[in-house]
């Protein structure tokens, strides 16, 4: 069974940073491509960053520049490291997992959540 656990969100002033990481467990880590979505208060979930098991990464273009997604398959964990933080960032943040199963299948493994605020 595929588990992530994210944690490192919390309160910053704008202009700070914060670094967010997702455990992951009951998988292949290192075949996965691991991605970071955020939802904020009556939106929709939309995807934030994304890094394949090559280390190849995306980023939506509100984020380029100041947020980096990272990997560390020996510890199976993924980072985002936000900096240069906006109100507009404040949201849920989620980590998402697809194994080359998902891929086939149409399915993704998602984290619980972790909130980020960013006041003005």
């Known amino acids: 069974q595929v588990q992530l656990v994210e944690s490192g969100g919390g309160l910053v002033q704008a202009g700070g940073s914060l670094r967010l990481s997702c455990s992951a467990s009951?998988?292949?880590?290192?075949?996965?491509?691991m991605a970071w979505y955020r939802q904020a208060p009556g939106k929709q979930r939309d995807l934030v960053a994304r890094?394949?098991?090559?280390?190849?990464?995306n980023y939506v273009d509100s984020v380029k520049g100041r947020f980096t997604i990272s990997r560390d398959n020996a510890k199976e964990m993924v980072y985002l490291q936000m900096n240069s933080l906006k109100p507009e960032d404040t949201a849920v943040y989620y980590c998402n997992a697809k194994t080359p199963r998902d891929l086939l299948r149409g399915t993704e493994n998602w984290g619980q959540g972790t909130q980020v605020t960013v006041s003005s």
């Open positions: 009951g998988i292949i880590f290192s075949s996965n491509i």
């Open positions: 890094i394949t098991s090559g280390g190849t990464t």
